[in-house]
């Protein structure tokens, strides 16, 4: 089974300054990886996903992760955080559960708090 | 497209009482997921179903713990007995590609609290 680590639960920045969230997963063998934002009171929603090709993927908001698949992470960048990226934000990896299902495995969560 | 809809948000009940969520996954998915999400924890799979079907169920609480999914569509999670422990946000998630590459789409999901 897979695992996930985020390393840090909060982090706190200011204002439009630069932002990493970091995000280890356990295992080498091909694996597809997410960024799920969870606003206060609300349900995941998916940030932005690697699946395949090119190792940097973006989101709309200016999010971007990188794959590092020797060092098996995939964290969390963005250059200048406004307010409103206030959230708690999970990395997930898939998993295989059995035939052709896979379910995903969360981390613990970071705490993103942006401010003013 | 409508999302997941889940009810009730939330639900406040004493510990031994039994308590039951639901949950109607967008339309066409047939992969249908209940998260356990514990304050300050990431989400944890209790059960998945892939149309009616049980595909992973290993970390259900069975003992209090179940879960349907009669016809393949929406799905009921009952708590009985409730516990402390099970104070938790209870997220329900469905997939159109059994979740191999395609994001899961997550309701609201519903706050429990037992006292």
């Known amino acids: 089974a897979q695992s996930v680590t985020q390393l840090d639960s909060q982090v706190p920045v200011f204002e439009e300054a630069p932002v990493e969230l970091r995000c280890n997963y356990s295992?080498?063998?091909?694996?597809?990886l997410f960024w799920y934002v969870q606003y206060p009171n609300q349900g995941l929603q998916l940030l932005l996903k690697?699946?395949?090709?090119?190792?940097l993927v973006e989101s709309i908001n200016g999010f971007e992760a990188e794959f590092n698949k020797s060092q098996t992470s995939f964290h969390l960048r963005k250059p200048s955080v406004h307010i409103s990226d206030t959230a708690e934000y999970f990395c997930?990896?898939?998993?295989?559960?059995?035939?052709?299902?896979?379910?995903?495995?969360f981390g613990k969560g970071t705490l993103l708090t942006v401010n003013p | 497209e409508a999302g997941v809809a889940q009810s009730p948000r939330y639900k406040i009940i004493e510990k031994r009482q039994s308590v039951a969520f639901w949950c109607n996954p967008i339309?066409?998915?047939?992969?249908l997921y209940w998260y356990q999400q514990i304050l300050g924890q990431g989400p944890k799979l209790l059960i998945q179903?892939?149309?009616?079907?049980?595909?992973?169920d290993s970390q259900l609480p069975k003992d209090r713990f179940s879960a349907e999914r009669l016809k393949g569509v929406d799905s009921t999670l009952k708590i009985q007995p409730a516990k402390l422990e099970d104070s938790a946000v209870y997220l329900c998630?469905?997939?159109?590609?059994?979740?191999?590459?395609?994001?899961?789409?997550f309701g609201n999901g519903t706050r429990l609290t037992v006292t």
């Open positions: 998630a469905s997939s159109s590609t059994g979740g191999r590459g395609g994001p899961l789409h």
């Open positions: 295992s080498s063998v091909s694996v597809y």
């Open positions: 690697y699946l395949s090709g090119s190792t």
């Open positions: 997930a990896v898939t998993d295989y559960t059995g035939g052709s299902n896979y379910k995903l495995t």
């Open positions: 339309s066409g998915h047939a992969t």
């Open positions: 179903f892939q149309n009616n079907g049980v595909v992973d």
